[in-house]
């Protein structure tokens, strides 16, 4: 399943060459992403550039396992093995291997959906980030003053 509207139309046309359209679901831009992520095992986000990876955090909230690619901001959210999987960018039999490993380990899923889970909530509450940002502003205000 591929969410999102980026380059899904490249995608489609690659999923078609390949033979394997039937089998891929492409629901394009979605505002229930909450309600999308609870029917996923593991969730990969194989981006080649990120900030902070916010669709990270959704799935890591809803419950599912992540994948990563190791770029960006991402490595600041995900710990490689304990509440989620980084992989090299491009590096796609390193994602291939950790979403397998993922499905095939069942007690490895649980402990970093687990780990995960407790981060998000102790590390990325809406008060802490509000918090973060307003004292950001505050200090990027009193340099220009």
Known sequence: MIVGDGKEK?????????????KILF??????????????????????????????????ASEV???????????SIIKNQENGILAGAKDFRMIAGAVVKLLENEDLRKAIVK????????????ENMLEK?????????????
């Open 10 to 22: 490249s995608l489609i046309k690659l999923a078609h060459t390949l033979g394997i359209k039937d």
């Open 65 to 75: 396992a992540v994948v990563a690619t190791s770029v960006g901001g991402i490595p």
């Open 27 to 60: 629901l394009g831009f979605s505002d229930n992403v909450e309600q999308i992520l609870r029917i996923f095992d593991v969730f990969v986000l194989s981006s080649l550039n990120e900030g902070l990876g916010r669709a990270i955090l959704e799935a890591m």
């Open 133 to 145: 940002t307003f004292k950001l502003y505050e200090e990027l205000i009193s340099q220009k003053l």
């Open 115 to 126: 780990n995960a889970l407790a981060d998000v909530k102790a590390k990325f509450k809406e």
